[in-house]
């Protein structure tokens, strides 16, 4: 059984960072391509930024392109999210999700629970 834990959220002023993590399980890490969503109340959840399975190729949503980096050790099975000069509209519940492949969309495990990033002065 898949299953993705996230933390790392807190509560930050602009300007501050954060490093999310994913704790990942039931599945075999090295073999897909991972990536970090987002999702504010009463809108669809966004992807962030995507990371290919050995670490050479990332892409960004071009909002945080710049600001976090998206990185991944298949030995602890984890995935991370480093996110600086973080804006008020970063504000978000923070997801990661496994693709069976690069340019797969759809996710392939259920979605975990989150974790909750505000940024307010």
């Known amino acids: 059984q898949v299953q993705l834990v996230e933390s790392g959220g807190g509560s930050v002023q602009p300007g501050g960072s954060l490093r999310l993590s994913c704790a990942t399980s039931g599945f075999t890490f090295s073999g897909y391509t991972m990536s970090w969503y987002r999702q504010v109340p009463g809108k669809e959840r966004d992807s962030v930024a995507r990371?290919?399975?050995?670490?050479?190729?990332?892409t960004y949503a071009g909002s945080v392109e710049g600001r976090f980096t998206i990185s991944r050790d298949n030995l602890l099975n984890t995935v991370w999210l480093q996110m600086k000069s973080l804006k008020p509209e970063d504000t978000a519940v923070y997801y990661c999700?496994?693709?069976?492949?690069?340019?797969?969309?759809?996710?392939?495990?259920?979605w975990g629970q989150g974790t909750q990033v505000t940024v307010s002065s």
């Open positions: 990371i290919n399975t050995i670490s050479t190729i990332t």
């Open positions: 999700n496994a693709h069976s492949t690069w340019s797969t969309q759809r996710p392939y495990g259920s």
